[in-house]
């Protein structure tokens, strides 16, 4: 029974030190306010306010194909089980 216990007590530490493995992004220092060099001065605003905001970045900026929402939610999943996977096998562990 304990190396059963020793297993489940295993498997849960190594599923949520692995979901909560991520890489560290560096810190950029960012400032609030409107970046003036994003907005299409060329759209009126009261046209269309968001293109006249951000119309130029629209422009220059490419979002890339393995940076979708789809990964995000998986991720987000993938969490949300790991972690429900350790509370039933935390509260199996104190049945026993």
Known sequence: ?????KVFFSAAIASLAF???KEEKINEEKSAGIVLENMDTSVKPTDDFFRHVNG???DKTEIP???NLIKIF???YLLQK???MAVVL??????F
């Open 1 to 5: 029974m304990k190396t059963i216990k």
């Open 19 to 21: 979901v909560a493995c």
């Open 56 to 58: 130029t970045w629209l």
């Open 65 to 67: 194909d393995e940076s």
């Open 74 to 76: 998986q991720y987000k």
């Open 82 to 84: 790991a972690q429900s």
């Open 90 to 95: 935390l509260f199996q562990m104190k049945s």
